[in-house]
């Protein structure tokens, strides 16, 4: 939407110039009006991106963030919507019926590549995602401060107090009906091969903790997105929801069989072939 609007105003510019020079009254304006357009959009764009430059160099990121901004929440959601066509990304969903409505929940996923959690945000936007990340993703140009608005929660996976405190803040998130949480159980690191690997079961205690639905879903032929545009070649993602796992059945029972009971709903939808052997 944003780039529309974008090439919307940049050809009202364009023709408001070309009236201006009276270049309709001669052929000027073939020359004129393309101009004038594409130096409209190259201005409009450097415009919102020094907007964004401002808004993140506003955000403290050691200063922890209470509430799920609703303005970066927007603009967030804006960039994600003008991402993908830049990136040649097009989704197929299938199963979005079965998304809770009401109240929040925990999102599971495999993970292939750092385009995933753009697309799980823009399929997911009514639902406010915040993921639990690895921590060196803070540091990213535009991405970290617009995580830390939108109440992701950065994770130490190298020390287990430090990664309890990231558990305890998205339980208290999801309790608090601030947002719903999603995280890559496979433990928030790109799958290389392309293929599902075995869980981290901790983060189901999430969902127990905090008493939501667990829901499952997958994400197939993300692996090559970047690769793909850099060839000028689109991607044609499928995102499935699987299934909404209830609140009450999560109940009695361990991380370790929720894990396996998701692991083995994606492994069935993604097929043998993508299934890593460890």
Known sequence: MLLITIAILSLLAGILICLGCDAFLTLAWLLLLPVSFLGSFIGLLALCFGVLMIMC????????????????RLVANIIVESALPVLQIHVKKTGMEKVPTQGRFLLVCNHCNNSDPIILLNCFRKSQLAFISKRENSTMFVIGPMMHKIQCQLINRENDR???????????????????????????????????HHFRPGVFKIAQKANVPVVVCTMKNTKDVI?????????????????????EELKGVTTVDIAHRCYDLMAANLGPDLIAED
């Open 57 to 72: 160099k506003l955000v403290d990121q050691d200063v922890p963030q209470a509430e799920d901004n609703r303005f970066y």
């Open 162 to 196: 430090e990664a309890q405190k990231t558990i305890l803040k998205c339980i208290q998130i999801l309790k608090e009906d601030k947002a719903s949480v999603a995280v890559f159980p496979e433990g928030g690191i790109l799958s290389e091969d392309g293929k599902l």
């Open 227 to 247: 690769h793909n545009m850099a060839r000028l070649k689109p991607s044609y993602v499928e995102m499935d929801v699987l299934e909404v796992i209830p609140a």
